[in-house]
T-cell receptor, first 114, second 110 residues
């Protein structure tokens, strides 16, 4: 079956521009996570959605970052006024429920801010 | 905040067992230990998890010390395809965040 998909796979933008990154979770998965991975670093938690509950935004690094999840499925991570330090791979993962042990990751979006 | 400590890198000869250590001295009684790995340019992949008993699956074995302050992931017969970064994670008892830390970069040598 289809796994988690993310688009675009690569995004190059200029400093100050806004970008939108998309995540399509596995069908039926109610929990969705966004992570950021800078070059040579581990994964940094950004935000978590579970069903219709209020998202856990505790990992968002600044108010330039926001995310939505429409209809409990597709999620969009938006970065406004991008900075060079935003350059990273942005990973999305989904699970069938919040207590599920295994997270299923997408291939990531590599964002480069010039 | 990562709650685990792992060596930065390790080498292992192909066909030998790879033993990856992890310290989690502040683990709480109801927190699980998880292991994921990330092969270059891919998303992380779940390997195994456990609470206090040793666990084994088709990919690996997880040995947790009796005091639960450390654990070891064992890949019984390492292959070149096992070259990856291995993350040891302690899942918080509240919330649902996975703190991945920087992991151990394992290189399997022919």
């Amino acid at each position: 079956g289809a796994g988690v998909s993310q688009s675009p796979s690569n995004k190059v933008t200029e400093k100050g521009k806004d970008v939108e990154l998309r995540c399509d979770p596995i069908s039926g998965h109610t929990a969705l996570y966004w992570y950021r991975q800078s070059l040579g670093q581990g994964l940094e938690f950004l935000i978590y959605f579970q069903g219709n509950s209020a998202p856990d935004k505790s990992g968002l690094p600044s108010d330039r970052f926001s995310a939505e999840r429409t209809g409990g499925s597709v999620s969009t991570l938006t970065i406004q006024r991008t900075q060079q330090e935003d350059s990273a791979v942005y990973l999305c993962a989904s699970t069938p429920g919040w207590e599920y042990n295994e997270q299923f990751f997408g291939p990531g979006t590599r964002l480069t801010v010039l | 905040d990562a709650k685990t400590t792992q060596p930065t890198s390790m080498d292992c000869a192909e066909g030998r067992a790879a033993n990856l250590p992890c310290n989690h001295s502040t683990i709480s009684g109801n927190e699980y230990v998880y292991w994921y790995r990330q092969i270059h340019s891919q998303g992380p992949q779940y390997i195994i998890h456990g609470l206090k008993n040793n666990e084994t699956n088709e990919m690996a074995s997880l040995i947790i010390t009796e005091d639960r302050k450390s654990s070891t992931l064992i890949l019984p017969h390492a292959t070149l395809r096992d070259t990856a970064v291995y993350y040891c994670i302690v899942r918080p008892s509240t919330g649902n965040q996975f703190y991945f830390g920087t992991g151990t970069s394992l290189t399997v040598i022919p």
